[in-house]
């Protein structure tokens, strides 16, 4: 083991079921995790479900329903969801669990005793659909409208707890400018520069609690903290005791662009805080940030207004359709990973299915293993006494794969193992092992090229491990790569091995027919 690493996911409203968005940015943490354990370290993968929003109790009243039984219900759609995608999560948390409401009176009584809390009162406009209030000059720009709903901002007063954002503007900056604050992509960073340049105001982190579902603000029973802040102490709550705090500082923090905000200046702010109490000085920044874009849908933003929401069962009909592993390809290779949007359309991911899968992927996998099989009997052939140029070059495009995951681009990462599988194709083509085997004497020329490109498939099946877990697996059980209850590693894999037998699997990625 290398090291410990913490991946997490932002927390969803369980407002509704899950979603297209919810299920891409936890598989895009997965990936990483997944990642990490392959290059092997100890990977610990946090998800869960963000509960005390207004948008939860209207929900729950809007069917009738007690909201504890409405936001339980959910919390487990979203298990469900994410278990059918096979995320390998290590913790799925709660925010109306009791340990995440003492870690969370716990940090905000630590941030009284310094006055990063304080009380005081508020005037300002307030977004009600988004729970959140807008600064002035955005709120001018966005002519007092929401830019998400386009309802008209709220002019609101209140008596309120404030937590002192203004003071950590210099030292936000210098983190973010010298990059020790890592926000990927890149882009995002200038973005997130210049609001801060313009200025950080206190903001304030209480609602009143007549009319709000949480946490209590410790000795107030009348204000309860404000959602955002208690959701952001969730990546706390799971690792805070002592046999997951060496998890911490999180290796990567995936949310999507729109809530940038709050994780790359409020949470390090919160962060930069507690870290200056007593006994808090394990709490160091995230390491990075990643910020994806958003999936739209056959060109058209998604929204509940419009209905056209990729929800759960739609996914769980193309997975039916294209297997879970197919799903879990076309997200993360088409999806909206850095900083642009994709289109979810159904062409595209038929195109992509045939062209990556079935043609690249699965026909290579077929190709190589019917030829061991049908002029080895199965049985992997003697490799050639040096490592061919073929091989070299195949180590070097997982080489290129392997940094871009560390990255943390797993679109590009995935297009560099597919050109290992391009290059498998090219390699017989080139060499034609089908024509050489007519002739006795080439017997052992024809064992050295299907050595390799079995190697080959073996760094293939390691590079896409992470985005396919299943099929990626049974690739490397069927070379003899990967013992029953072994997971895959770069680090203490074995190489396909001389007189090992191939078991045949059946027909990977079978192409996908419009009229089936
Ligand atoms: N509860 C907050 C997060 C708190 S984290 C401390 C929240 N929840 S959410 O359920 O509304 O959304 C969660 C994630 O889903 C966000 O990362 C958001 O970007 C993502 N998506 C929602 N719609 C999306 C798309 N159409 N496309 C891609 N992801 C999007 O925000």
């Avoid at 990059?179 to 105001?201: C, M």
Wanted: glycine letters at 6%; proline letters at 4%.
């Amino acid at each position: 083991m290398n090291q410990a690493q913490y991946f997490t996911t932002p927390i969803y409203y369980v407002n509704d079921t899950p979603h297209i968005g919810h299920v891409f940015s936890t598989l895009l943490a997965d990936i990483g995790a997944r990642t990490a354990q392959l290059e092997g370290n100890e990977k610990f993968l946090l998800t869960g479900t963000d509960e005390h929003s207004t948008k939860v109790t209207d929900a729950a009243q809007a069917r009738g329903l007690p909201v504890e039984t409405w936001a339980r219900d959910n919390a487990h759609a979203f298990r469900q969801a994410f278990g059918a995608f096979t995320i390998d999560f290590d913790d799925f948390i709660r925010t109306s669990e009791p340990r995440h409401k003492e870690s969370v009176c716990l940090r905000i009584e630590q941030l009284m005793t310094t006055g990063d809390v304080y009380l005081g009162e508020y005037v300002g406009w307030y977004d009600a659909g988004q729970e959140e209030y807008v600064p002035d000059a955005k709120a001018k720009q966005y002519e007092y409208k929401s830019p998400i709903n386009k309802k008209p901002l709220v002019q609101r007063t209140e008596k309120n707890y404030f937590f002192r954002l203004s003071r950590y503007q210099k030292p936000l900056l210098t983190l973010l400018e010298t990059g020790e604050l890592k926000i990927h992509p890149s882009s995002r960073t200038a973005e997130i520069i210049a609001r801060v340049r313009d200025g950080l105001s206190d903001i304030p982190i209480s609602r009143h609690s007549a009319e709000a579902w949480g946490i209590n603000v410790p000795g107030d029973p009348s204000h309860v903290v404000y959602v955002w802040v208690d959701a952001l102490f969730n990546y706390l709550t799971a690792i805070d005791n002592a046999e997951r705090r060496h998890l911490w500082p999180a290796t990567l923090q995936v949310v999507g662009k729109d809530i940038l905000w709050f994780h790359a200046v409020i949470w390090p702010a919160m962060l930069l805080a507690l870290k200056q109490i007593d006994g808090n000085e394990w709490l160091s920044l995230p390491r990075n940030i990643l910020a994806h874009g958003f999936w739209i849908r056959e060109g058209e933003k998604m929204s509940k207004s419009m209905g056209n929401f990729v929800g759960i069962k739609d996914l769980h009909k193309y997975c039916g359709e294209f297997g879970v592993d197919g799903m879990r390809f076309f997200l993360a290779s088409a999806g909206p990973v850095g900083a642009s949007d994709a289109d979810f359309a159904q062409s595209r991911l038929i195109e992509s299915y045939n062209a990556n899968l079935a043609n690249t992927v699965g026909n290579c996998f077929n190709r190589v293993i019917g030829m061991v099989s049908r002029y080895f009997d199965g049985v992997v052939p003697a490799s050639a006494p040096h490592a061919s140029e073929f091989i070299q070059n195949i180590a070097e495009l997982s080489r290129v794969s392997r940094e871009r995951a560390q990255a943390f681009q797993y679109d590009k990462m995935i297009s560099s193992a597919l050109a290992v599988f391009r290059a498998i194709d090219q390699h017989v083509n080139l060499t034609e092992p089908y024509k050489l085997v007519k002739q006795a004497d080439n017997f052992a020329q024809v064992g050295h090229i299907l050595h390799d490109c079995l190697e080959a498939l073996r760094h293939g099946a390691l590079l896409l491990w992470p985005v396919m877990p299943t099929s990626m697996t049974k690739l490397l059980h069927s070379l003899g790569c990967l013992k029953d209850g072994e997971l895959p590693s770069f680090i203490h894999g074995r190489s396909v091995s001389t007189g090992c037998c191939i078991t045949e699997t059946r027909v990977m990625f079978p192409r996908y027919q419009e009229t089936r």
